[in-house]
């Protein structure tokens, strides 16, 4: 007999209950007992050398020890079927919803769920023990990610991010820093992965220890100079967002205010509104720049001659040489304005490049590169 028919044999026999086994298993009150009956199906099962008949049976064993009241019984099923692949997706659902110390060898170990089970175990479960289960599986997809990113604590997902199985994205990894770069654990989890996006890199520079941050920046060749930038992007981006907050004139022109006090209205913030087809903070900046009344400055900028808004670019000071494609920008939002384009709405980026590049074709203009990257910024 060779050791193969030998291990065959013996799982085999393990299965070969007496009916006074059976019984006992049903019946027999001593939880020790029945767990070692249950034992001895599930690791016979789990060996995947029973006949399609002794499967079934077993099963049927299963679904009555889901529901057996002994937590012990339940946790050795468990244990003995967490890494089956051809065990019933009700079985293992029941197991996956159990209590912790039931559920949580399912939920970390079991191919048999789906991302869609996940999700589903994840939105309806508020425990972090089960978080932490799944967020230690070998493979973890973008979207089940995301879900634990945005349900679970610290502690979970400082377990995503050890977990080098697990896809993550450059938004989620963005997100992630900007709502856990207090917990030093995560910062460091985040530091030890095995490879990074460089924007990622940046912007975890800003916030790590200044030992940790060394360490990024001779791993990814990071250079002060790629900091700052990425720095002063993350503050415009945040500002971009109080201007699409803003409600009325007076908080657009509070803002504007507050950022020229600041010395932080800058051309990319400007051209950026206008991105977003935000008239209202790119004519009140023109006009704070140029030191007129914003009714003058709308009046100029609405010159459908180049003269009056060609007169006020000058005078607020944005970068000469932009002028043209400035100009094309602001014909392009200004018809999406009239077709009644929604400039909230997830296309409005893309129907403003593809005017760019139709409009360039027909007659090229320079720094167009510039204000796509501009929209493109802005859509993200």
Known sequence: MTAQEFR???AKQKLSLTSAEV????????SDSRADITNKIAASYSGEVLNDSEKKIAEQIFRLLVRDTEIKIRSSLAENLKSSTIIPRDIIMSMAQDVAEVSLPILKYSEVLNDDDLLDIIRSSGENAKYTAIAQRSNVSEVVSDTLVEKGD????GELLNNNGAKITENLFSNIIERHKENSDVMAAMTSRSQLPISVVEKLVSVVTSNIADTLKQKYQI?????????????????????????SHNDVDKLIGQL??????SPSMILSALCQGNFDFFESSLAKLSNIPVENARTLIADRGELGFRAIYNKSGLPDTMFPAVKLLLKI???????????????????????ILQYSEESPVDNLSYIIALVRRVAQ
Do not use: C, F, P, W
Request: charged fraction near 40%.
């Open 8 to 10: 065959q044999g013996s």
């Open 223 to 247: 250079t002060s100079t790629h900091i700052q930038k990425e720095v002063e992007k993350t503050r415009e981006n945040e500002t971009l967002d109080l201007v699409r907050a803003a409600r």
């Open 260 to 265: 020229q006090t600041n010395d932080k209205l």
């Open 154 to 157: 610290d502690m979970v997902v």
């Open 23 to 30: 019984k006992r298993l049903l019946e027999d009150k001593t």
């Open 333 to 355: 939002v200004r018809e999406l304005d009239a077709e009644g384009e929604n400039n909230s709405s997830a296309r409005y980026s893309n129907r403003i490049v593809e005017r």
